[in-house]
């Protein structure tokens, strides 16, 4: 089967051969019909060792298929079911597994192989598409349930102001959910306007650039200042502009990947009494919630998607989403060759 695989830090990746997978006992076999590119893709790609990314291993964690294989224990799937993946896979027994929150397991490990035509997941992190979402689509759901994760995390509460820090597919859907969850403003701020017309399709209220006059444009826009703020850029400093930018007794919610450390004053939190917290992940509750969400509505998360790209193109494209492009969502399909 085709896969894009991982060949070294500064190389592209590499389009090759390679032998399909079998399942075993607990899990199934799928042909991916969607897989998205996410940002934290790229971070792995830059810093192999911290994400234990291997040589010729195959990215690729937001994806979609249809199942055309089960090992021998697997009994509430079957072939041609229509499936969206969990990419947190726990050992399935312990405390956290049974609650339905992989992500907390003390064996969870995130999996890829998305970047190929088919891959092996367990049974246990696939959950079956609605029947009226297209397959493609399904692909959607994990940084869909990242958001969600994000705001339930945030205690958000109809009336709040919020300001989402980073209009990247992330940032995005954090602002579809806050609004969702009833926040009377939205805002999204980001380096550039590339995505302002994508905010509003997916229901912010307003969009302001990041800079100096950031804590203005918002109080113009919103009428006051945020509630919670949501970091999702994962740059050095973000957390402490965040922590500026919040009002008294506010949120910020810290989502965005940042590697390697950080650096920021305390004493702005501490004289503000902000409460800050982390999201990372979600529950599979939250990714069914996330499936359901694809459904029609009057802002839908697909508005996020800017491309759809075959295995020929997925090293160029990987390389320049690296840059600041007018991309914004990019699902590989691999039926386009």
């Known amino acids: 089967m085709k896969a894009a695989v991982f060949d070294g830090i500064g190389l592209p990746?590499?389009?090759?051969?390679?032998?399909?997978?079998?399942?075993?006992?607990?899990?199934?076999?799928?042909?991916?019909?969607?897989?998205?590119?996410?940002g934290s893709d790229l971070h792995m790609t830059e810093d192999p060792s911290t994400?234990?990314?291997?040589?010729?291993?195959?990215?690729?964690?937001?994806?979609?298929?249809?199942?055309?294989?089960?090992?021998?224990?697997?009994?509430?799937?079957?072939?041609?079911?229509?499936?969206?993946?969990a990419p947190m896979r726990g050992c399935g027994h312990c405390d956290s597994c049974r609650r339905g929150e992989p992500a907390w397991c003390p064996e969870m490990r995130l999996i890829g192989?998305?970047?190929?035509?088919?891959?092996?997941v367990a049974a246990r992190q696939c959950r079956h598409l609605p029947d009226d979402l297209p397959m493609e689509e399904g692909a959607l759901a994990e940084p869909l349930a990242v958001g969600l994760h994000a705001v339930m995390r945030s205690g958000i509460k109809p009336?709040?102001?919020?300001?989402?820090?980073?209009?990247?597919?992330?940032?995005?859907?954090?602002?579809?959910?806050?609004?969702?969850?009833?926040?009377?403003?939205?805002?999204?701020?980001?380096?550039?306007?590339?995505?302002?017309?994508?905010?509003?399709?997916?229901?912010?209220t307003g969009f302001a650039l990041s800079?100096?006059?950031?804590?203005?444009?918002?109080?113009?826009?919103?009428?006051?200042?945020?509630?919670?703020?949501?970091?999702?850029?994962?740059?050095r400093g973000l957390i402490d502009l965040?922590?500026?930018?919040?009002?008294?007794?506010?949120?910020?919610?810290?989502?965005?990947?940042?590697?390697?450390?950080d650096?920021?004053?305390?004493?702005?939190?501490?004289?503000?009494?902000?409460?800050?917290?982390?999201?990372?992940?979600f529950s599979m509750a939250e990714f069914e919630t996330a499936l359901r969400a694809l459904g029609p509505s009057d802002y839908r998360p697909q508005a996020l998607v800017t491309g759809r790209i075959?295995?020929?193109?997925?090293?160029?494209?990987?390389?320049?989403?690296?840059r600041r492009t007018t991309q914004c969502k990019v699902l590989i399909t691999p039926a386009l060759g």
């Open 211 to 235: 800079g100096p006059d950031l804590a203005k444009d918002f109080s113009e826009l919103a009428g006051g200042e945020p509630d919670i703020v949501f970091e999702c850029v994962g740059k």
């Open 263 to 281: 650096e920021w004053d305390p004493f702005a939190a501490l004289s503000k009494e902000i409460q800050i917290v982390f999201a990372v992940f």
């Open 159 to 204: 009336g709040d102001r919020v300001l989402v820090l980073g209009a990247g597919p992330i940032g995005l859907l954090v602002a579809f959910w806050a609004r969702r969850f009833g926040a009377r403003d939205v805002v999204v701020a980001d380096i550039n306007r590339h995505q302002q017309d994508r905010a509003a399709a997916i229901g912010a």
């Open 242 to 261: 965040a922590c500026r930018l919040v009002r008294h007794h506010g949120t910020v919610v810290a989502v965005g990947l940042c590697v390697g450390g």
């Open 113 to 120: 192989g998305g970047y190929a035509e088919y891959t092996t």
């Open 310 to 322: 075959g295995f020929i193109d997925i090293p160029d494209t990987f390389e320049g989403l690296r």
């Open 13 to 38: 990746l590499r389009i090759n051969e390679v032998s399909r997978p079998e399942p075993t006992a607990d899990e199934v076999l799928l042909r991916v019909v969607a897989c998205g590119i996410c």
């Open 51 to 85: 994400f234990g990314l291997n040589k010729a291993d195959v990215l690729g964690h937001e994806f979609a298929g249809e199942i055309i294989g089960c090992g021998s224990a697997v009994t509430d799937f079957q072939p041609g079911d229509r499936v969206a993946v």
